[in-house]
């Protein structure tokens, strides 16, 4: 009794892939890198983001509890960080840098107050949140 062996291609022990299957395989690799690339890159955006939102929230608590406890407005966010109120000066994450648009106003926090000076900071970027559709200078 003699065993005849077959096989799936048609030549003697041939076995593997096809071209179609390869293709097939790398085709659906490449879709799914592709939507992870993007989702990452969301997520550093987003990361950004935050960030920027945290900064601009610690520096403006920073210059109203300076004019409490001085009576006077900073004329500059040096000043923040001289007094001790800031580290230092954060660097934007979406400019990358430590430039930031201060607002200066007559405005007075307490009838202590002898004048006027920062009252607020916003970004410098001009670019707009992918996310909020606002410019980032509005925030």
């Known amino acids: ?3 005849r062996r077959t096989s799936r291609s048609g030549s003697d022990g041939a076995r ?3 071209m179609i299957e390869l293709m097939v395989v790398i085709a659906i ?8 690339a993007a989702r990452y890159e969301q997520s550093v955006v987003r990361a950004r983001e935050a960030v920027l939102k945290q900064d ?11 004019t409490l406890d001085k009576q006077q407005a900073p004329q500059s966010l040096d000043d923040l960080v001289a007094a001790g109120y800031l ?8 400019t990358r840098t430590a430039d930031w ?15 006027g000076g920062m009252t607020d900071v916003h970004a410098t970027a001009s670019a707009v949140s992918p996310f909020d559709h606002t410019p980032y200078s509005s925030w």
Request: proline share 6%; net charge negative.
């Open 29 to 36: 690799i490449l879709v799914l890198v592709g939507i992870a």
């Open 101 to 115: 648009h201060a607002d200066f106003d007559d405005f007075v926090l307490s009838p202590d107050q002898t004048s």
């Open 87 to 94: 580290s230092q000066i954060p660097v934007d994450p979406v």
């Open 1 to 3: 009794m003699t065993l």
């Open 16 to 18: 593997g892939f096809t």
């Open 56 to 66: 601009l929230q610690t520096m403006r608590s920073a210059i109203q509890q300076y």
